[in-house]
């Protein structure tokens, strides 16, 4: 599968965006999904992740209440929508997928098969 991340932007503290992760393939729908986000100089961190029915959602500690990962399948589309955003916010946002990844694995990296680019999110104070 191929991975499409778009959405990003310039925002002020406080505003919202709404990132997309479109994928090809015809079995999207079974595919665990995830949000993952880099920040100069830091590590890779987790950010949000689904399963295959949209029905099972984990997030970071530092996102929840404020993010939300949802998805399409008949769109073949990943959405993470980020509200009440924050300058620590910024960084890197990428999508990534894997078939037979399990709930209790999906906030590593390295649990993922698939991987789009990422798209900028800045957010200023």
């Known amino acids: 599968v191929q991975l499409q991340a778009s959405g990003g932007g310039l925002v002020r503290a406080g505003d919202s965006l709404r990132l997309s992760c479109a994928a090809s393939?015809?079995?999207?729908?079974?595919?665990?999904m995830g949000w993952f986000r880099q920040a100069p100089g830091k590590e890779r961190e987790f950010v949000a992740s689904?399963?295959?029915?949209?029905?099972?959602?984990i997030y970071a500690d530092s996102v929840k209440g404020r993010f939300t990962i949802s998805r399409d399948n008949a769109k073949n589309t990943v959405y993470l929508q980020m509200n009440s955003l924050e300058p620590e916010d910024t960084a890197v946002y990428s999508c990534?997928?894997?078939?037979?990844?399990?709930?209790?694995?999906?906030?590593?990296?390295?649990?993922?098969?698939?991987w789009g680019q990422g798209t900028q999110v800045t957010v200023s104070s």
């Open positions: 990534a997928a894997d078939r037979s990844l399990i709930l209790s694995s999906a906030a590593t990296a390295s649990a993922y098969n698939y």
């Open positions: 689904l399963n295959w029915s949209g029905g099972s959602t």
């Open positions: 393939g015809r079995t999207f729908g079974r595919f665990f």
